[in-house]
């Protein structure tokens, strides 16, 4: 089945510390994006990209970091500049004017 | 700038009655609009979508929306909620290439 897998599923990071979140797909979709969500705020938009080596800041780019050296991959790091990491951090993919398809998403919490 | 206003944070409803989760969005040209649903802990899912053609458009689960562009409104509705429907609900639109999200309704369902 073709589908979008992000991992993990948690993820714990201490103050200071850089980690990266993984997000890949088999749906063959140009377009990928990343947002955060937070409670009571909805999806903000991380960062997208539209083709391979190529992505574009968000809303709230600050403090994050992404690559697209690949078709199936939308790596996101989240770097110690994001002061307040701690959400839940859903990946997308564009199915061009059918609406996205999310991961599962990833719980990152600062310990 | 466009944006999605939806205007219930949280609605609670007794189990077999009928819902209604209200929608407006701000835009100054033609949109496609869709309603997500998220499940705790889960990523969202597509409920439906207006692109064109009928503005009455049926999802899912037995949620239906009409889309009405003299009011700018996309309100989702079910005749009858079970408990299984106890989720967020997210309303969305989208311009060019990015989607922008509502706040989310967190839909109650009484026993």
């Not at chain 1, 992000?6 to 377009?31: I, W």
């Not at chain 1, 690559?67 to 859903?90: C, D, G, H, I, M």
Request: net charge neutral.
């Amino acid at each position: 089945d073709g589908g979008i897998t992000q991992s993990p599923k948690y993820l714990f990071r201490k103050e200071g510390q850089n980690v990266t979140l993984s997000c890949e797909q088999n749906l063959n979709h140009d377009a990928m994006y990343w947002y955060r969500q937070d409670p009571g705020q909805g999806l903000r938009l991380i960062y997208y990209s539209q083709i391979v080596n190529d992505f574009q800041k968000g809303d709230i780019a600050e403090g994050y970091s992404v690559s697209r050296e690949k078709k199936e991959s939308f790596p996101l790091t989240v770097t110690s500049a994001q002061k307040n990491p701690t959400a839940f951090y859903l990946c997308a993919t564009d199915a061009r004017g059918n609406g996205y398809t999310f991961g599962s998403g990833t719980r990152l919490t600062v310990v | 700038a466009q944006s999605v206003t939806q205007l219930d944070s949280q609605v609670p409803v007794f189990e077999e009655a009928p819902v209604e989760l209200r929608c407006n969005y701000s835009s100054s040209v033609s949109v496609y609009l869709f309603w997500y649903v998220q499940y705790p802990n889960q990523g969202l899912q597509l409920l439906l979508k207006y692109l064109s053609g009928s503005t009455l458009v049926k999802g899912i689960n037995g949620f239906e929306a009409e889309f009405n562009k003299s009011q700018t409104s996309f309100h989702l509705r079910k005749p009858s909620v079970h408990i299984s429907d106890t989720a967020e609900y997210f309303c969305a639109v989208s311009l060019d290439d990015k989607i922008i999200f509502g706040k989310g309704t967190r839909l109650h369902i009484l026993p």
